[in-house]
């Protein structure tokens, strides 16, 4: 198992080693252990999963608030999608920086983000589906989204008419959210 920093702080991309033959493959997913020797030091509670059918769709910025912030561990399993977070953490050397990574069922990364940052995802191809573990269950009264398109996060989407839930479309500007957190 590779891993990469990268320009946020505890923000890493994880290559796992696959193994494979004339039968298919095979890889860990996760490895406790592993992790933890990677610098990843959570205790996952939750596993979810994401569809989407189109080529386009935007899903983000979210984040969960108070003290059901999450880490994330992010796959995809099928498809490709562009993975962007940006650091929220006030006091953090790398407050509103922004990374994006390519998450492909072929290049079979993992990417973890680390509690306080914002994440969405694009996706690059039709019938995408991606896993998550969460480090804490979901809460909908501390579920918040961020717009997409705020001037203050800087994040090039490369879509000219994304797909998106009314609820992202709707979503407020960082600077008029309740979304703080510190380093």
């Not at 990469?4 to 505890?10: A, K, V, W």
């Not at 940052?117 to 579920?143: A, P, Q, R, W």
């Not at 203050?152 to 979304?179: C, F, H, R, T, Y």
């Amino acid at each position: 198992m590779k891993s990469y920093n990268t320009e946020i702080d505890g923000a890493i991309i994880i290559e796992p080693d696959v193994f494979g033959d004339n039968r298919g493959w095979f890889m860990e997913s996760y490895s406790e252990k592993k992790f933890k020797e990677l610098g990843i030091d959570c205790n996952f509670v939750q596993d979810n999963r994401s569809f989407s059918a189109e080529k386009g769709i935007i899903r983000g910025m979210h984040c969960q608030i108070n003290s059901t912030v999450q880490a994330k561990l992010i796959t995809c399993l099928k498809g490709e999608i562009r993975d962007v977070i940006v650091d929220v953490r006030k006091g953090s050397p790398t407050y509103m920086k922004s990374v994006s990574v390519i998450l492909t069922e072929e290049n079979k990364k993992f990417f973890f983000i680390p509690r306080g940052c914002l994440h969405g995802f694009v996706t690059l191809s039709d019938n995408v589906e991606i896993m998550y573990k969460v480090d804490n269950l979901y809460c909908k009264e501390d579920d918040r989204s961020i717009r997409f398109d705020d001037p203050a996060l800087g994040i090039k989407w490369d879509v000219e008419n994304p797909i998106m839930s009314q609820k992202d479309l709707n979503a407020p500007l960082l600077k008029d959210s309740d979304v703080e957190f510190i380093y």
